[in-house]
């Protein structure tokens, strides 16, 4: 290959001022080493940016060792070849095929953001885009146009801000119901005075970076060089949409789109240990040899315990408020309105009972009173029916309370059935209810009978008074109602407590920790989610079998991972393969937007997750019914991984892919149980992409077959499952360490192939569309100041340039080009 160099120098060793000449490639060597050795004195030279100027010059001052004296300074034009540069970057007036793929437009407001999709929910979401415009030559010989566009999601922010938030409450409950779980002899109580104090201070960390997070201004979104900050560790890196509009002349346009991020995982804890995939598999194998010093409860028992709690938290207040429109509505003798408040609250109340139907809570009860100071048991008793006695009382028109139990005895005889009467009482006394209710209902259909038929009497009028007071026959039993749920409240809430203070005691400080680091990452886990799933639904709004997909299976969510399984990227893997898997806990519920804030909403718990997405009721009105209804939103996230740099080369000649090997086939089991519950419940012609159900089953097969086969740097898995997931409808990832190199790599490359497979690229020209979509002058043509991945490191420094070391020319073939220039401008200057 041969270069042609024209240099322009300024260098006051010499009057000339230009030179033209043309080298072989194999002369860069004898060059390089020659004024290597002529001008070892001069170590240090400041370089331009080459790839960032239009016109391909190179501008060079060099400086001597010895106090930094200014020797001369070279500017350099390098055009390549065979190739034919563009006079003007920003327009191509030619159709000829050797013609290089050019940039067509630059533009910092794209069409589909500024433009007719100018919506409040795109900018509520989206930031700063940046686009760029392309034509290339297709098959038949005539031109696409493709619109490809970046932006930054204020979603970065705001979804760890809005977590962080939940995790603070949740866990000041905790603390509460901690100091609430009552007397406890001296062990208990002690390891309950050190579970609390360690988990203040838990508390104060999410505090401190819940107020430094409110404090933050400008990028809105975490560079790759901010990944050890501590402020911001649960914000995602470089989380980024990544979308291209292709337009062409014979086929329909289509829109693809790729979310783009560094991987998640918790950098500021490092990985020394591994991530989390390991720490917990660890730390639970450590659990299980605590030995007396508390009880074990399996990870299911200790899940079963906060669910509870969450459905105590959440249908209690549900039944009171239930229960006060029943009374509401005997006030007012509306049969229509009692009809309907009795139905809701029969509903809740036996979701509420169904919620107890558990052995959990009765080992739980036994467990705590005996952490109770001088417990005795004994054998069980026949149960006093207190609730039926009440029950009959009622049908005699006598009004009597149920007797509510003893809470849970602390130095008294236990009766291990003490639980059962206390929790069948609260559906006897709505049984009750339900009997009285109908009662009234009764007597006032047969009094509106006689009264169509004949005169009420006297007599008849004053026993229709008399029996006609419906709030005061329900409201004894309503009450006995709440006084029944709230005794099942107290001694659940207690118990259940119980269960997570001993998870809690038999691994501190790792436990808190451990939540700490799935909290981070779980954080930027569902950032992007959130992200990506605000953009698919826009996207779709107007597709009807997208829509049905969305509320009848839910969407697939699949993570394209290129981390390696060596070193501390090993770690960063588990972190993201715990962080993903745990996406399967959150669901989407799609509301209607109440003011001009569009910003999702997110309710729940640790592991229970609901996101509100609101919407204009513009575009409201286009869902479906059962979306209009409030149902949740089921999403399926997959991860598939292929390390495919230099240190996965050392992986897998010195180290283990078993960790990347697990992986990909765990989650094509999740896809393998997507793909059949999507043809079971859609039917196969429901969307475009699924009138080849053959093609999709071949391309499972296939990428079966690729993760069984165990073949080095295997990218056919990336492609793949790339392919599934757009036939699926689904949201795609792409993500490596910061989302920067092997990321954009990527994308480009399923870009080119998209066009290539589904626009009719012209073959002879993918590699040229590959290299302009790569091409640093089609990416920005920002200032480096305006480039957040390199302006973090130079505040103190001019923004334009950078130092490098002579050392440096002997590892970059970069580098080595413009040493060569350098070196053969000085030596023409020296001895003209």
Not at 171 to 193: S, V, Y
Not at 401 to 417: A, F, G, L, M, V
Not at 538 to 547: A, E, S
Request: charged share 25%.
């Amino acid at each position: 290959m041969c270069f042609i160099l024209a240099a322009k120098t300024n260098c006051g060793l010499c009057s000339c001022d230009c030179a033209v000449f043309s080298v072989s490639y194999k002369t860069f060597l004898f060059f390089l080493l020659f004024s290597y050795f002529l001008f070892l004195g001069c170590t240090t030279f400041r370089v331009g940016d080459l790839m960032k100027s239009k016109e391909q010059q190179l501008t060079l001052t060099l400086r001597t060792s010895d106090g930094g004296k200014t020797v001369g300074t070279i500017e350099v034009n390098l055009v390549k070849m065979g190739e034919i540069e563009d006079e003007e970057a920003d327009h191509v007036t030619t159709d000829a095929q050797d013609q290089k793929c050019a940039l067509v437009r630059e533009c910092t407001a794209p069409e589909g953001i500024s433009g007719k999709d100018n919506l409040p929910l795109l900018n509520a979401v989206l930031k700063n885009p940046i686009c760029k415009l392309y034509r290339f030559p297709t098959s038949d010989n005539k031109w696409m146009q493709i619109r490809e566009q970046m932006a930054e999601t204020t979603l970065s922010f705001h979804v760890p801000k809005e977590l962080i938030n939940l995790h603070i409450k949740e866990d000041m409950r905790r603390n509460q119901e901690l100091k609430e779980l009552g007397e406890l002899a001296p062990h208990w109580d002690n390891m309950r005075k050190n579970v609390i104090a360690h988990c203040d201070q838990m508390l104060s960390l999410y505090q401190d970076t819940l107020a430094e997070l409110g404090k933050h201004t400008g990028s809105s979104f975490k560079s790759s060089c901010n990944k050890g900050e501590k402020t911001l560790e649960f914000i995602p890196i470089n989380l980024h949409l990544q979308r291209m509009h292709v337009h062409s002349p014979c086929l329909k346009d289509a829109v693809y789109d790729v979310i783009t991020m560094g991987a998640p995982a918790a950098h500021c804890q490092g990985f020394k240990n591994g991530g989390l995939r390991k720490l917990l598999s660890k730390f639970e194998a450590e659990r299980r040899n605590t030995g007396y010093q508390c009880i074990y409860y399996s990870p299911e028992n200790t899940a079963k315990a906060k669910e509870v709690l969450s459905n105590i938290n959440h249908l209690q207040p549900l039944i009171s408020s239930h229960a006060d429109l029943l009374l509401n509505s005997a006030s007012q003798r509306s049969p229509d309105s009692l009809k309907n408040s009795l139905k809701m609250l029969s509903e809740k109340a036996e979701l509420f009972v169904h919620a107890f139907k558990d052995q959990l809570v009765r080992s739980a009860l036994l467990a705590l009173y005996t952490a109770r100071p001088g417990c005795v048991l004994k054998k069980p008793v026949m149960p006093r029916n207190s609730a039926e006695e009440g029950c009959d009382s009622q049908h005699q028109d006598h009004p009597s309370q149920i007797k509510r139990q003893d809470s849970i005895p602390h130095h008294s005889e236990y009766d291990e059935e003490e639980w059962d009467r206390v929790w069948a009482n609260v559906g006897k006394s709505l049984n009750c209810v339900i009997a009285m209710v109908d009662r009234l209902l009764e007597k006032d259909n047969s009094s509106n009978i006689k009264e169509g038929e004949n005169d009420p009497s006297p007599a008849d009028c004053k026993m229709s008074h008399a029996g006609g007071d419906w709030y005061e026959k329900l409201y004894p039993l309503v009450i006995t109602l709440k006084d029944c749920m709230g005794e099942v409240v107290t001694r659940a809430k207690q118990s259940m407590t119980f269960v997570l203070l001993q998870e809690l005691a038999c691994g501190l400080p790792q436990c808190l920790m451990l939540t700490l680091r799935r909290d981070i990452v779980f954080s930027q886990a569902l950032a992007g989610l959130v992200c990506g799933f605000i953009i698919k639904l826009h996207t779709g709004l107007h597709d009807q079998g997208f829509l049905q997909q969305l509320h009848t299976v839910g969407l697939l969510v699949q993570y394209e991972g290129l981390l390696s399984t060596y070193s501390e990227e090993a770690g960063m893997l588990e972190d993201m393969a715990v962080g993903i898997s745990d996406l399967q806990k959150v669901m989407f519920k799609i509301i209607e937007a109440k003011s001009d804030d569009f910003l999702p909403v997110i309710t729940g718990r640790r592991e229970h997750y609901v996101i509100e997405v609101q919407l204009p009721a513009k575009m409201f009105e286009l869902l479906p019914q059962e979306i209009k209804e409030g149902k949740l939103l089921h999403m399926y996230p997959v991860l598939f991984n292929v390390g495919i740099n230099e240190q996965q080369t050392l992986a897998e000649r010195f180290g283990d892919t078993t960790l990347q090997e697990n992986v990909n086939q765990e989650n094509f089991e999740l896809l393998k149980e997507y793909y059949k519950l999507f043809t079971e419940k859609m039917p196969p012609d429901c969307l475009p992409h699924f009138q080849e159900q053959n093609d999709l089953k071949g391309l499972l097969e296939n990428l079966h077959q690729n993760i069984q086969a165990k073949k080095r740097k295997n990218v056919e898995i990336m492609w793949l499952a790339a392919t599934i997931c757009r036939k699926l409808n689904g949201i795609r990832f792409t993500c490596c360490k910061s989302a920067k190199d092997r990321t954009s790599m990527s994308v480009t490359l399923e870009q080119c192939s998209i066009l290539r497979d589904e626009h009719q690229l012209h073959k002879d020209f993918f590699i040229r569309a590959l290299d302009c979509m790569r091409s640093r002058q089609t990416q920005g043509a920002l200032n480096e100041s305006d480039d957040p991945e390199t302006g973090c490191l130079t505040d103190n420094k001019p923004t334009s340039r950078h130092f490098y070391p002579v050392a440096l020319l002997l590892v970059s073939s970069h580098l080595l080009v413009v040493w060569l220039i350098l070196s053969l401008a000085l030596l023409l200057a020296k001895y003209q």
